[in-house]
């Protein structure tokens, strides 16, 4: 998997947030690795900086319950902007 993007952002992130993400506990300093950068989301799907595609399988811990841009939640947030 191709995430040279990833790497470059989170090198760039980490000059500005502490551990380079917005969470100690994701900031991967205990298992290393990367972080992946999520660039868009729909659904079930978020695709990361490098055009990888992901299930998400853990919908932000409820805010995202329904997916990332879901369409009755778009349609009714819509509804009441207008």
């Known amino acids: 998997m ?3 993007r ?3 952002y989170f090198e760039l992130s ?4 502490p551990g380079g993400v917005n ?6 300093g205990a298992v290393g690795g990367t972080p992946v950068f999520i660039s868009e989301g729909k659904g079930a799907f978020l695709v ?5 595609r992901y299930l998400d399988l853990i919908n932000a811990w409820g805010p995202l ?3 990332p841009a879901a ?3 778009v349609d009714a947030k819509q ?3 207008s």
């Open 71 to 73: 369409e009755d939640v």
């Open 6 to 8: 990833s790497k470059k």
């Open 14 to 17: 980490r000059k500005y947030i």
């Open 2 to 4: 191709n995430i040279m």
């Open 48 to 52: 990361d900086v490098d055009g990888n």
């Open 23 to 28: 969470s100690p506990v994701r900031a991967f």
């Open 65 to 67: 319950i329904l997916g």
């Open 79 to 81: 509804q009441q902007v």
